[in-house]
């Protein structure tokens, strides 16, 4: 299983980033998807979920209203459209597929 994330990058504050996680080595369908995130020195927590169908999703409370978790099944691929940024989002954001398989991140700065 490889889950490749992308999109990440140095943005400003009240701007948008897209991340991207590619995922293969699995039956996409059969997954609900999560996206992650890690500053140093603390836990990782979860940032939006996502079902299998793409029907039911979840957000943290701190990125309700800004940030939008999507999935398309025929492109294996999960996004999450971030806006209206601020430098409490700066992290390494992660992908997780199910509940056993992650990706390796990609760093999210924002900052003027």
């Known amino acids: 299983v490889q889950l490749v994330e992308s999109g990440g990058g140095l943005v400003q504050p009240g701007g948008s980033l897209r991340l991207s996680c590619v995922a293969s080595g699995l039956t996409f369908v059969s997954f609900g998807f999560s996206w992650y995130r890690q500053t140093p020195g603390k836990e990782r927590d979860v940032v939006a979920t996502i079902n299998w169908s793409g029907i039911s999703t979840y957000y943290a409370d701190s990125v309700k209203g800004r940030f939008t978790i999507s999935r398309d099944n025929a492109k294996n691929t999960v996004w999450l459209q971030m806006n209206n940024l601020t430098s409490e989002d700066t992290a390494v954001y992660y992908c997780?597929?199910?509940?056993?398989?992650w990706g390796q991140g990609t760093q999210v700065t924002v900052s003027s």
């Open positions: 997780l597929a199910g509940r056993d398989f």
